[in-house]
């Protein structure tokens, strides 16, 4: 079993930056993709990034590429989403999710197992 808890969320003009984190704890982490997803009210929550079990490979939703970056240390068993010039379409409860059943990237909520509670990020213009 893994539990995901996210920090670093909070209040950024448009253009600054933030940077989430996500604890994990649980054997099968260190085994597991990796992903954060966001939600904003009335929508679907909506794929951002996701990592690979040792963090070869990453994918990024296009509206984030060259703005976002997601890494992790496996020896920390932490996961990192670096947000850099944001804007205020970023707006939204972001998630960090686990995939204990696959070593590789996925965009597929349905195949990520665990969630974090979220955090809130608020781009103001």
């Known amino acids: 079993q893994v539990q995901l808890v996210e920090s670093g969320g909070g209040l950024v003009q448009v253009g600054g930056s933030l940077r989430l984190s996500c604890a994990a704890s649980g054997r099968t982490f260190r085994w597991s993709a990796m992903g954060w997803f966001r939600r904003t009210p009335g929508k679907e929550r909506e794929f951002v990034a996701a990592?690979?079990?040792?963090?070869?490979?990453?994918d990024y939703t296009d509206s984030v590429k060259g703005r976002f970056t997601i890494s992790r240390d496996n020896a920390k068993n932490m996961i990192y989403l670096q947000l850099n010039s944001l804007k205020s379409e970023d707006t939204a409860v972001y998630y960090c999710?686990?995939?204990?059943?696959?070593?590789?990237?996925?965009?597929?909520?349905?195949?990520?197992?665990?969630w974090g509670q979220g955090t809130q990020v608020t781009v103001s213009s």
């Open positions: 999710a686990a995939d204990t059943n696959n070593y590789y990237t996925t965009r597929d909520t349905k195949s990520y197992d665990y």
């Open positions: 990592i690979s079990w040792n963090g070869d490979n990453t």
